[in-house]
Structures are given as C-alpha cells and as structure tokens.
C-alpha cells in the first residue's frame, strides 16, 4: 500500500466561460500534490485561485481534464468513499436536529439506528456539544454549528479529510477554539487532512507543510514550506513564536505577488 493517502498527479481542469459559453478557460494546470498518511497539509492561495476545484477533484466531485488521482495508491474512479468532507458553506439538514444530522450519514450507510444514535452522542460530547444533541441548527450558534459539521464528517471515521476554509466565517475567539479542537481531534487518530484556507496563520499553526498556489487562471503550486513547529500546538500561543515568524514571512514572500495578482483580477472582474 502507498504511504501516500491521496495523490493528485499533473491535475489540468478546464471549463467552459459562464460568460461566453464558446470560450474555455483552465482553472488547474499541471498541478501535482501528494498528502501522505497522517499529514496535515494546508493549501494556500489567492481568492479565486482554484483551491477548491482542487478539492473537488480529491473528493471525486470533479473529474479532472487530465491527470490521475489515487487514494492509497489506487486510482480513484468515481466519489472517494474513503474521504469525508467540510464544507465552507454549512450542510446541516435545518429540518433535523444536531444528533440527526450527525447520524445521517451513519443511516446512509445502513447502521442500524440505536448504533447510529450512540456513536453520533459520542461524538456530539467530542466537540463539546454533550446535551445539544436535541437542538435544531437555528438554535446553535456559528461556532456550535461548526462543531456539528466537524462531527458529522468525523463520526464516519474517514481515513482522509477534506477541509474548504470551515472556519472563515467565524469570529476570531471561536475560531482559534475550533482550530484547536481540529488539532487535538487530528492528534488522537492522525489521518490525512488536505485543509484549503486563505489565512497564512492558520496554515502554519496547524499543518505539517503548507503549499502556495499561483494566481489563476491555470493555478498551479508555487512554493512547498515544511513547518518544523513542535507538537502538540495552540494556535494562539504558537503565534508568537520566533520560529512562526519567520516561517510566516518566507511564505508570504512567495505568496505576497499572487495576492495583489488576484485583487487586480478581482477588480477587472468588477469594472
């Protein structure tokens, strides 16, 4: 079996313009990331890059132009059963209560439901939400619904995780909180995590090695940083370290030209 986890090899997605249907234009070019077995790896980049088409193509929710993906050396043909997915957006049921939604996808798979029930309360007390288990999503707060989400994806026990910025909207107190309860939950069984966000912070703070995409179109991988940062951290506290500063300021100095490449692009598209 490969110690890669997932593998994306010389990916290229190519989509036809919403704006002139008869025009083609390449989100991902020749990009080529490799995620091994219990690494963290954060992707970084401008808006608009194509980080999450990246994504989408590890899930099997795209199918690339061209390149190859594999889940443990296999080549991946159809939706990886092997990963679970965070999404940006929340995808809680509102008509389901938190333990129904975090059960949901245990029912999906045919576990009876008493089982269902009491791995979904186990996990629900995991992030911190034991006794919420009876309350709709309108009744959680953001960080609360959050938590629900990261149940949801990790009662299924994925040996691969698939994170699309799930806490940008949050505020920074809650964030830091989720952040590290992500950590500890990652600590405990070191699985693959492929974690796509737009703060530099949170890529260092959390990973094992960070990658900075170009901008689009045709993104592709820029810059690879191995961050030597002990473990276990706390986001806040690690963000004072000498060596995150300076692990900071090699990145943003690959990253810093991409950045003000995608605002420019950004206001075109707005003029």
């Given at each position: 079996?490969?110690?890669?986890?997932?593998?994306?090899?010389?990916?290229?997605?190519t989509f036809?313009?919403?704006?002139?249907?008869?025009?083609?234009?390449?989100?991902?070019?020749?990009?080529?990331?490799?995620?091994?077995?219990?690494?963290?790896?954060?992707?970084?980049?401008?808006?608009?890059?194509?980080?999450?088409?990246?994504l989408n193509?590890?899930?099997?929710?795209?199918?690339?132009?061209?390149?190859?993906?594999?889940?443990?050396?296999?080549?991946?043909?159809?939706?990886?059963?092997?990963?679970?997915?965070?999404?940006?957006?929340?995808?809680?049921?509102?008509?389901?209560?938190?333990?129904?939604?975090?059960?949901?996808?245990?029912?999906?798979?045919?576990?009876?439901?008493?089982?269902?029930?009491?791995?979904?309360?186990?996990?629900?007390?995991?992030?911190?939400?034991?006794?919420?288990?009876?309350?709709?999503?309108?009744?959680?707060?953001?960080?609360?619904?959050?938590?629900?989400?990261?149940?949801?994806?990790?009662?299924?026990?994925?040996?691969?995780?698939?994170?699309?910025?799930?806490?940008?909207?949050?505020?920074?107190?809650?964030?830091?909180?989720?952040?590290?309860?992500?950590?500890?939950?990652?600590?405990?069984?070191?699985?693959?995590?492929?974690?796509?966000?737009?703060d530099l912070?949170?890529?260092?703070?959390?990973?094992?090695?960070?990658?900075?995409?170009?901008?689009?179109?045709?993104?592709?991988?820029?810059?690879?940083?191995?961050?030597?940062?002990?473990?276990?951290?706390?986001?806040?506290?690690?963000?004072?370290?000498?060596?995150?500063?300076?692990?900071?300021?090699?990145?943003?100095?690959?990253?810093?030209?991409?950045?003000?490449?995608?605002?420019?692009?950004?206001?075109?598209?707005?003029?």
């Amino acid at each position: 079996m490969s110690d890669h986890a997932l593998e994306l090899l010389s990916i290229s997605c190519t989509f036809h313009s919403k704006d002139n249907p008869g025009q083609r234009y390449t989100a991902v070019a020749d990009t080529t990331l490799r995620i091994k077995a219990g690494e963290f790896v954060s992707v970084v980049g401008p808006t608009g890059c194509g980080k999450s088409t990246l994504l989408n193509v590890g899930a099997g929710l795209l199918e690339p132009s061209s390149g190859t993906v594999k889940v443990f050396g296999q080549t991946l043909a159809g939706i990886n059963t092997r990963a679970g997915y965070m999404f940006q957006t929340e995808a809680l049921m509102p008509w389901r209560s938190a333990i129904d939604n975090v059960m949901v996808g245990l029912q999906y798979r045919g576990v009876p439901d008493a089982q269902a029930r009491e791995q979904a309360e186990a996990w629900l007390s995991r992030v911190g939400l034991s006794g919420f288990g009876d309350r709709y999503p309108h009744q959680l707060s953001g960080g609360m619904r959050k938590r629900v989400a990261l149940a949801q994806t990790l009662v299924l026990d994925p040996d691969i995780i698939l994170m699309d910025e799930p806490f940008s909207a949050l505020d920074i107190q809650t964030r830091q909180l989720m952040e590290n309860e992500v950590l500890d939950l990652w600590n405990a069984k070191k699985k693959a995590v492929l974690f796509i966000t737009h703060d530099l912070d949170e890529a260092i703070a959390m990973s094992d090695r960070v990658v900075v995409l170009s901008a689009g179109p045709a993104t592709h991988p820029i810059g690879e940083f191995a961050i030597d940062l002990a473990r276990p951290r706390d986001v806040a506290e690690v963000r004072t370290q000498p060596r995150f500063v300076e692990l900071h300021t090699q990145i943003w100095e690959v990253l810093r030209d991409e950045v003000l490449k995608g605002y420019a692009q950004q206001l075109k598209k707005a003029a």
